[in-house]
C-alpha cells in the first residue's frame, strides 16, 4: 500500500467518516479536495469489494 492508503486504512475504524479524512489527508498530503475525495472513494470502495471495510451507517 502506499503511505495514503495506509493512512486511510488506519483511521477506518468506525468512528471517522470520510469526509473528515479527506479534509484531513488534504491538508496532510497537499492534495486538492476534490482530488482526494476521488482517489479515497476508489480506494475505499475496492476494500468494501474485497469484504476488508462494512459500510457503517450514522446514528
Known amino acids: 500500500m ?10 477506518l475504524d468506525g468512528m471517522n467518516d470520510l469526509s473528515s ?7 496532510r498530503f ?3 479536495p476534490p482530488q482526494i ?3 479515497m472513494l ?3 470502495k ?3 469489494q474485497l ?3 462494512c459500510e457503517v451507517s450514522q446514528v
Open 21 to 27: 479524512l479527506r479534509d484531513s489527508m488534504a491538508a
Open 42 to 44: 476508489d480506494f475505499v
Open 46 to 48: 475496492q476494500l468494501v
Open 51 to 53: 469484504s476488508l471495510v
Open 37 to 39: 475525495e476521488r482517489d
Open 2 to 11: 502506499n503511505p495514503p492508503a495506509e493512512w486511510i486504512w488506519s483511521l
Open 30 to 32: 497537499a492534495v486538492e
